[in-house]
């Protein structure tokens, strides 16, 4: 699994002659709102997918979340305590033996994360920079 790399230059451009306080605010929205586009794409791929199989309990998709890291530039998108099975619906799972019963079940993997990672990460670096953009107009307005 690779992280993308955001062009740190460009950030550090925007945010130059913002007080300390002000770059944490600005960054920090412009963080939520790129973490916020993977959530929304993966909520939409699970819908989609979960809703062919018709077993759908709600679990997964009420344990989407995102965070913004407090030390640190960056941003998490994920799952709650309760998605904690979230990769295996995910990647699947592949036939094994099952130590009293000699089989065990399968399950195909939809990618529905895997999915949302890959196509919304042209969106998510538009967004980080939009949000910054507003965030930094918005602080200078108030000046």
């Known amino acids: 699994m690779e ?3 955001i062009d740190q230059e460009n950030i550090h451009y925007l945010v130059r ?23 929304r794409k ?12 018709g077993k759908v309990t709600g679990n997964l998709e009420s344990s989407f979340t995102t965070r913004v890291k407090r030390r640190k530039l960056g941003a998490l998108s994920g799952f ?3 998605g904690a099975h979230a990769h295996l619906v995910d990647m699947g799972t592949r036939k094994r033996p099952h130590p009293l019963t000699g089989t065990s079940g399968i399950m195909p993997g939809n990618s529905f994360w895997s999915d949302a990672r890959k ?3 042209a969106k998510a670096e538009r967004f980080l920079y939009d949000g910054l953009k507003r965030a930094i107009q ?3 307005e108030r000046r």
Do not use: Y
């Not at 605010?25 to 993977?38: D, E, Q």
């Not at 993966?42 to 199989?53: E, F, P, Y």
């Open 119 to 121: 196509s919304e990460e």
């Open 17 to 39: 002659n913002l007080e300390d306080f002000e770059k944490d605010k600005a960054i920090r929205s412009g963080l939520r709102s790129a973490a916020s586009v993977f959530m």
């Open 138 to 140: 918005r602080i200078n």
């Open 42 to 53: 993966g909520k939409t791929n699970l819908r989609a997918r979960m809703r062919k199989s």
């Open 80 to 82: 709650t305590q309760s």
């Open 3 to 5: 992280l993308k790399v």
